[in-house]
């Protein structure tokens, strides 16, 4: 694969194959960008990309694996609220892991001290 030096370059490369359908290689290019010397909230985006893609193959134990990857390497992070948050939280409920739901639940919600945004995920149901 060509060198790339940023992390929208590897956006825009996984962005691309995923356009053309080639999502297996969208993930590859992911993962090689989250192996890069970016910064946490970098990764972290990287990593829910990734497990949106999982999601969508609907494969949610490896979709869960990399949210809580992504959420557990941000959870230091100021980050915008994304409407990414309720999938997450709803992949983590369809995978049979409501304890994980309701902690990252709580976590987002706390963020609305920042982003009052976060509480649009206060009318989700947890079951």
Sequence with gaps: ??????????????????????RRKAIKVMK????QSFSNLEIGSGYIYIGLMYK????????????????????NEQYPF?????????CFIKNGELEKAMKWHNHLLGRAS????????KKMNLS
Excluded: Q
Aim: glycine share 2%; proline share 2%; with cysteine.
């Design 56 to 75: 969508d193959f609907k494969e949610l134990a490896s979709a869960s694996h990399y949210f809580e990857s992504a959420l557990s390497l941000c959870k």
């Design 114 to 121: 920042y982003d009052k945004k976060f509480l649009r995920l």
């Design 32 to 35: 090689e960008g989250t192996n």
């Design 82 to 90: 994304s409407p990414n948050y309720k999938e997450i939280i709803e």
């Design 1 to 22: 694969m060509i060198y790339i030096k940023t992390y929208e370059s590897y956006v825009r490369r996984a962005n691309f194959y995923e356009l053309c359908r080639c």
